[in-house]
């Protein structure tokens, strides 16, 4: 094979990387594939390791230390694997290294290696683009020969804010090239530490600290903020699982992607004055109306995507929320919102203004709209959407499923358009297995005639992410 059908081959198996089905089937084609193959699979091998295969994975590290000539357990002359499978990790997830350590019984022969396990993976002869450090991890990782070779063109890093000093002050000498930071914020116990690392990057673009209590360490939260400010300039993309302590935001100016989790007893009145004119992306989740309105209204027209979530609200502000999109984001694609009965129509000047509209998901009011009016929905679906728009998403939070006959109509009515991409879900009701077949025999007959292309019923609305519909 030239060198160029190989590089095209490359490209074309690289797409398939989060589809481990489909790579496992083309591995054992021939000697090409597998060498073209394993370095895919192996540059993040934790992502495709599943409970209770643990040991198949132990199985691979093991071979790896007792071929290593400082244990002088198996000679040279022992055949070697095909693939020096852990050279091609660039991912070092010690989350999955300590689980893998774990199945090994107190009994087992490998209990004497259990100590040198990390050794095998931090070396002089491969480099980590991403790390991932567990909660209460001690190892003195940056100790281990070769760590400095290993992490020193780290791009992503995950770790807890309580990290060890040791661990921590070692990465901060070694690591400047982070763009990537993760942080699980605590409650109590945060290492101070992490400021200096966050300030010592060079180009840090993607930040998010997350955390899970509501009850934080103010002080460290706005130290921790502040700490942004020398690299405001540089990050495009900001999540945060709790509302900031300070003004932070109001210096991400060249912010491209904002994901915020706010509660219904903060005041974030700064997000409201926010103007972050190159923002594409916007996820919002308990943020009040009136910010929410006029933080879209500060962008500058370049919002491709906006969810909203937990954002329960009367018909006035919903429509309000209707409006400031369809009057500021002419180059929407992707929208989630709730949407009230007496919105429906409003919702069609949305779809009249967002031409480059391609996925709707459309929640509705599980306390007040007991009934939704889906007739009305559906018909301006069909009469009103732009021709880009083809993939739905419809919650229906109440006891009352949509009808057979409203679904049909739809369907009915949608003949002529792209073949849509359909998604059904329910947070508060599990329909029965008669009206699943019913549901399942309409939209196969229409599957048949081309008017849906795919089906899926994400009942609960955990299977897939909210705009990703297979």
């Not at 302590?245 to 903060?266: R, V």
């Not at 500060?298 to 979530?309: A, C, F, M, P, V």
């Not at 879900?425 to 329909?431: A, D, R, V």
Request: aromatic share 12%.
């Amino acid at each position: 094979m030239s060198k160029l059908n190989r590089d095209v081959f490359y490209m074309v198996l690289h797409e398939l990387q989060d589809d481990k089905k489909a790579l496992y089937s083309c591995l054992l084609v021939n000697k090409t594939w597998s060498e073209i193959i394993i370095p895919i699979l192996w540059k993040d091998p934790w992502k495709y390791l599943k409970k209770g295969n643990e040991k198949s994975l132990l199985k691979v590290i093991t071979t790896n230390l007792l071929l290593n000539p400082t244990y002088n357990i198996i000679k040279n002359s022992y055949q070697k694997p095909l693939f020096d499978y852990i050279s091609y990790c660039r991912h070092l997830n010690l989350y999955e290294i300590r689980r893998i350590i774990n199945t090994i019984n107190e009994d087992s022969d490998m209990i004497i290696f259990k100590d040198e396990i990390l050794g095998i993976f931090i070396n002089e002869n491969t480099k980590y683009t991403h790390l991932y450090i567990p909660y209460q991890f001690d190892n003195q990782i940056h100790l281990i020969p070769g760590a400095k070779h290993c992490f020193s063109e780290l791009k992503f890093l995950r770790c807890n804010t309580s990290i060890n000093d040791n661990v921590l002050s070692g990465l901060t000498e070694i690591c400047k090239s982070i763009k990537e930071l993760e942080l699980f914020i605590n409650v109590h116990n945060n290492n101070y530490g992490i400021v200096k690392l966050i300030e010592s990057q060079k180009n840090l673009f993607d930040i998010r600290f997350i955390t899970y209590s509501q009850n934080m360490d103010g002080t460290f939260c706005n130290i921790l903020e502040n700490s942004l400010n020398k690299h405001s300039n540089t990050i495009q993309y900001f999540k945060m699982t709790t509302p900031p302590t300070t003004n932070i935001l109001s210096s991400l100016i060249n912010l491209k992607e904002l994901e915020l989790n706010g509660n219904k007893n903060c005041n974030l009145e700064d997000l409201g004055n926010l103007f972050l004119p190159f923002l594409r992306i916007l996820r919002v989740s308990n943020i009040q109306v009136e910010y929410l309105t006029n933080l879209i209204k500060n962008t500058n027209g370049y919002l491709i995507e906006i969810k909203i979530d937990n954002i329960n609200h009367d018909d006035i502000n919903n429509k309000k929320i209707i409006k400031a999109i369809y009057q500021n984001c002419p180059k929407l694609k992707y929208l989630k919102l709730l949407l009230k009965n007496n919105n429906i129509f409003e919702l069609e000047k949305l779809l009249i203004e967002c031409q480059n509209l391609n996925g709707l998901y459309i929640l509705t009011d599980y306390y007040i709209d007991t009934i939704f009016y889906w007739n009305d929905l559906f018909e301006i679906l069909t009469t009103s959407s732009p021709k880009s728009l083809f993939k739905f998403k419809f919650n229906f939070n109440s006891s009352k499923p949509i009808k057979l006959e409203s679904l049909k109509l739809f369907f009915d009515n949608w003949k002529g358009r792209n073949p849509m991409l359909l998604q059904l879900s329910n947070s508060y009701y599990c329909i029965n297995n008669g009206d699943m077949k019913k549901y399942i025999d309409l939209i196969k007959k229409y599957k048949v005639e081309g008017i849906v292309k795919k089906y899926n019923n994400d009942w609960y609305g955990r299977t897939y992410k909210d705009f990703e519909w297979f």
